[in-house]
């Protein structure tokens, strides 16, 4: 492997990196702002029971689980960056497999990392037989 190849390796492998976290940040996580809150009427509750709030957390999936829009454009990126390098089948084939790589685990950190992000709390009132309540 000579040094332009192995230059052009790095600089593909940067370049596909960069092309993965653009590409999730242009997808965006809009999960969270689209929650919806239902609000629960409660009539007359019968004597015989008591009702409490209860704070529920839930975690929204990522728009993108399996991480296609990374994988893509680190492979489009890296298999550019392989062509300008080697100008041979085999350094685009390279490239665009590292890019591939490099730019899915990018999204799957990205991803990680802002799960705080797509976390929503919501009340919810239960009710059972007297004393069931939490202290």
């Not at 092309?19 to 999960?31: I, T």
Request: aromatic residues 2%; glycine residues 14%.
């Amino acid at each position: 492997m000579n040094k332009s190849m192995l230059m052009g390796l790095v600089a593909g492998i940067g370049v596909a990196t960069a092309g993965g976290v653009l590409g999730f940040q242009y997808l965006g996580d809009k999960s969270a702002d689209e929650a919806v809150e239902a609000e629960v009427a409660s009539t007359a509750a019968k004597p015989a029971q008591e009702c409490w709030d209860v704070e529920v957390q839930t975690t929204a999936a990522p728009k993108d689980e399996h991480r296609i829009a990374g994988t893509a454009i680190g492979a489009v990126v890296g298999g550019a960056v392989g062509k300008d390098v080697g100008d041979r089948d085999i350094t685009t084939a390279a490239g665009a497999a590292a890019g591939a790589l490099i730019g899915r685990k990018v999204q799957e950190e990205y991803q990680e990392h802002n799960a705080d992000k797509r976390t929503t709390t919501t009340t919810e009132r239960r009710c059972g037989p007297p004393g069931s309540a939490p202290r």
